[in-house]
């Protein structure tokens, strides 16, 4: 039940893309941001992911950010590809653009686990069941001086041992570094869609304008606890914030 992507060679044969240690330590530039996840298995619970985030709304959401227009609308899988969807090279490609990195919070379990749900893992972590990887990324973070900004894509609510485990990223990494936590890309997180938006808007959406001082919409339902990707990023990036 070893972390799918724990030491990976290389992505769609791309050895410049390269993890150890579910952190994704080998691309070919210069990262601004890393992403923290919780952990996938892979197969093991048939989810088929092709690369970090490949089984949900992820990377639609970061095409639509890169194209300034909310033009895909179906979560991504990777074994039945809906149309326009990135494929595995294009996500590299994003990956680039965005100068995104990537890693998660386990790296292993030692006994099954019913489904992705972050309770499970925690209660994982309660048993000492589960191999925890925060150590290795406050090791990248630390050794890593262009990061500036470390996102989770959950806010743990009522699940003290990841919560104890982001904490400890948080409070022993180098000077300068902005944390946050980004309304989930899986679809769930008890968010309804946002003014008439699809699924895949709304998370944008939230990634733009949650507890965003600029915020144009008003503040959004059950937004406590989030934050807003750095829009000065996203501009640089080449994202229009306005559109979404």
Not at 122 to 144: E, F, P
Not at 166 to 182: A, E
Not at 192 to 203: D, E, K, Q, W
Request: with cysteine; net charge positive.
């Amino acid at each position: 039940m070893a972390h799918i992507f724990l030491n990976c060679p290389h992505f769609n044969g791309d050895a410049r893309f390269q993890t150890h240690s579910a952190v994704l330590d080998k691309i070919p530039y210069d990262p601004q941001v890393l992403i923290i996840g919780t952990y996938n298995d892979g197969n093991n619970l048939g989810n088929n992911a092709d690369f970090f985030y490949g089984r949900n709304y992820f990377w639609p959401v970061i095409s639509n950010l890169s194209n300034n227009a909310n033009i895909l609308t179906q979560r991504r899988d990777a074994v039945s590809l809906p149309p326009g969807n990135p494929t595995l090279g294009q996500i590299l490609n994003l990956a680039a653009q965005f100068k995104l990195t990537f890693a998660d919070l386990i790296t292993n379990v030692t006994t099954p686990l019913p489904n992705h749900n972050d309770t499970h893992l925690n209660t994982a972590l309660k048993n000492n069941t589960a191999i925890s990887n925060h150590l290795r990324i406050i090791d990248y973070i630390n050794r890593t001086p262009s990061l500036t900004h470390v996102y989770c894509t959950a806010k743990f609510t009522g699940q003290t041992h990841l919560n104890n485990l982001w904490g400890q990223i948080v409070n022993n990494v180098r000077p300068n570094v902005v944390f946050g936590k980004i309304l989930t890309p899986s679809g769930m997180g008890g968010i309804p869609n946002s003014g008439g938006l699809g699924r895949v808007a709304t998370i944008a959406r939230y990634w733009v304008w949650a507890n965003n001082i600029n915020n144009p919409y008003g503040k959004f339902r059950n937004e406590t606890g989030y934050t807003h990707l750095d829009n000065i990023w996203l501009t640089g990036c080449g994202v229009n914030p306005a559109v979404f």
